[in-house]
């Protein structure tokens, strides 16, 4: 017995659509344009599900990190490191030790089992416990770039978007039931602008109940309606994904929407009924009691692994001028300009431009296909008249030459697509 599967199009249009599209997935697979553009790697002697960032891709992520960490601190945010192991204490509290089948088996040290951690909530609620909270110190939003470890089944693994070791954008809000809505409100405003920076759409969710779940109908109740109401004043669509949250609580889920129309999973807000009264999460109110503090997980970009591997396809490794490992590529037209060359680059690299030289001994064209191959998002090519008239002839990456220009005008028009985070060429 053999089995067929296949699909059929009403229409020679929408066939001609989907092989398009299929082609467009081809050319913009993160794993072959890792490897073509030098960002990252997978070294099989070292393990499967673990990225190794080479320089270019490492400033794309540093890039990313520095970008999160300024908004997150401009937010309010306190940003916080955690250990990368910790002993199996603080997973039976929080319950992962019985339920969560990701984490790896346990190492011993002094005779006690200490495990990778596979998620940074119950280190953030350990600073929290540092001191006592009373009422008027919250909200207290912790966030941190934490590399957790999960296992998964080799068939699964993927380039960067499954791995084994990961960095999450991780922040945890601790705060009273009257705040709640506005935290969650603020996260969706921080949300929306990360998104719309990245030039990336998305779809977003709410996720309700499911049918194993942990806590009573009313806390229930308060967190669904307080996500739904958060969601109608930030302006939000959403869809209804009934049955679909986490057994602890219900949450907003964001699928990012790239240039292909395909969902990518994305920015996650999610209010936690469990672990607060699994760890006696608390603060003392203006009645001198002790409450249950509200605790809200969220992660905005999701992983920085899958976000930049996202990123890669949807821009096809031609990264926008401020996301750019290289912002220009100095082309002299022959030997004759490589000290010149050389002496711009120095010049850029001084003012805070990240320029290269091509030295080689090829033609101009050849230079100017490999930088457009490079994805590098400006060439700036030197010849003799260049040169007498302090100018570089301009090359854009999609829009070809774009003439003469004097070189502190270029100096400026770049510094200004940086500094606005411009999705498109302001040359």
Same mark, same amino acid.
């Given at each position: 017995?053999?089995?067929?599967?296949?699909?059929?199009?009403?229409?020679?249009?929408?066939?001609?659509?989907?092989?398009?599209?299929?082609?467009?997935?081809?050319?913009?697979?993160?794993?072959?344009?890792?490897?073509?553009?030098?960002?990252?790697?997978?070294?099989?002697?070292?393990?499967?599900?673990?990225? %190794?960032? +080479?320089?270019?891709?490492?400033?794309?992520?540093?890039?990313?990190?520095?970008?999160? !960490?300024?908004?997150?601190?401009?937010?309010?945010?306190?940003?916080?490191?955690?250990? %990368?192991?910790?002993?199996?204490?603080?997973?039976?509290?929080?319950?992962?030790?019985?339920?969560?089948?990701?984490?790896?088996?346990?190492?011993?040290?002094?005779?006690?089992?200490?495990?990778?951690?596979?998620?940074?909530?119950?280190?953030?609620?350990?600073?929290?416990?540092? +001191?006592?909270?009373?009422?008027?110190?919250?909200?207290?939003?912790?966030?941190?770039?934490?590399?957790?470890?999960?296992?998964?089944?080799?068939?699964?693994? %993927?380039?960067?978007?499954?791995?084994?070791?990961?960095?999450?954008?991780?922040?945890?809000?601790?705060?009273?039931?009257?705040?709640?809505?506005?935290?969650?409100?603020?996260?969706?405003?921080?949300? !929306?602008?990360?998104?719309?920076?990245?030039?990336?759409?998305?779809?977003?969710?709410?996720?309700?109940?499911?049918?194993?779940?942990?806590?009573?109908?009313?806390?229930?109740?308060?967190?669904?309606?307080?996500?739904?109401?958060?969601?109608?004043?930030?302006?939000?669509?959403?869809?209804?994904?009934?049955?679909?949250?986490?057994?602890?609580?219900?949450?907003?889920?964001?699928?990012?929407?790239?240039?292909?129309?395909?969902?990518?999973?994305?920015?996650?807000?999610?209010?936690?009924?469990?672990?607060?009264?699994?760890?006696?999460?608390?603060?003392?109110?203006?009645?001198?009691?002790?409450?249950?503090?509200?605790?809200? %997980?969220?992660?905005?970009?999701?992983?920085?692994?899958?976000?930049?591997?996202?990123?890669?396809? +949807?821009?096809?490794?031609?990264?926008?001028?401020?996301?750019?490992?290289?912002?220009?590529?100095?082309?002299?037209?022959?030997?004759?300009?490589?000290?010149?060359?050389?002496?711009?680059?120095?010049?850029?690299?001084?003012?805070?431009?990240?320029?290269?030289?091509?030295?080689?001994?090829?033609?101009?064209?050849?230079?100017?296909?490999?930088?457009?191959?490079?994805?590098?998002?400006?060439?700036?090519?030197?010849?003799?008249?260049?040169?007498?008239?302090?100018?570089?002839?301009?090359?854009?990456?999609?829009?070809?030459?774009?003439?003469?220009?004097?070189?502190?005008?270029?100096?400026?028009?770049?510094?200004?697509?940086?500094?606005?985070?411009?999705?498109?060429?302001?040359?």
């Amino acid at each position: 017995l053999q089995r067929i599967y296949g699909t059929s199009f009403p229409q020679q249009k929408q066939l001609d659509e989907f092989l398009h599209m299929i082609e467009e997935a081809k050319r913009r697979d993160h794993r072959i344009l890792g490897s073509r553009l030098d960002l990252f790697s997978i070294q099989q002697v070292v393990g499967s599900g673990l990225i %190794h960032w +080479h320089p270019k891709g490492a400033i794309v992520r540093d890039l990313i990190e520095r970008f999160w !960490k300024d908004e997150h601190q401009k937010h309010g945010y306190s940003l916080v490191y955690t250990p %990368h192991i910790a002993s199996d204490n603080l997973f039976r509290i929080s319950g992962h030790l019985e339920k969560y089948d990701a984490m790896y088996s346990p190492m011993e040290i002094d005779g006690e089992n200490y495990r990778l951690k596979p998620m940074n909530c119950p280190f953030h609620i350990q600073i929290y416990q540092s +001191h006592t909270r009373s009422y008027r110190d919250l909200p207290i939003r912790y966030a941190e770039l934490g590399t957790v470890y999960r296992y998964e089944r080799s068939g699964v693994l %993927h380039g960067m978007l499954r791995v084994r070791g990961f960095t999450q954008d991780d922040a945890h809000i601790f705060c009273r039931p009257d705040q709640l809505e506005d935290e969650v409100l603020s996260t969706l405003e921080l949300m !929306k602008y990360l998104m719309q920076t990245f030039g990336l759409g998305y779809d977003v969710f709410l996720s309700t109940r499911p049918e194993q779940s942990f806590g009573t109908d009313d806390e229930w109740e308060f967190a669904t309606k307080a996500l739904a109401n958060t969601l109608e004043r930030a302006g939000v669509p959403y869809t209804v994904d009934a049955g679909e949250g986490v057994f602890y609580g219900p949450k907003i889920d964001v699928k990012l929407v790239d240039v292909l129309g395909r969902p990518w999973q994305g920015p996650t807000i999610q209010v936690d009924l469990q672990l607060p009264q699994r760890f006696g999460v608390e603060y003392v109110g203006s009645d001198n009691q002790t409450h249950n503090a509200i605790m809200v %997980h969220r992660a905005l970009l999701g992983s920085l692994e899958r976000f930049i591997g996202c990123l890669i396809e +949807h821009y096809a490794g031609a990264f926008p001028l401020w996301l750019a490992p290289v912002h220009a590529m100095v082309l002299p037209l022959t030997d004759d300009q490589s000290d010149a060359a050389t002496a711009l680059v120095k010049r850029m690299r001084e003012q805070g431009f990240r320029a290269d030289v091509d030295l080689s001994s090829e033609k101009i064209g050849a230079k100017i296909r490999d930088a457009e191959l490079q994805r590098i998002p400006y060439m700036l090519v030197l010849g003799k008249r260049e040169i007498e008239n302090g100018t570089v002839s301009v090359r854009a990456r999609d829009r070809g030459d774009l003439g003469a220009k004097a070189i502190d005008d270029v100096f400026a028009v770049l510094a200004d697509e940086i500094k606005t985070k411009s999705l498109e060429s302001m040359m």
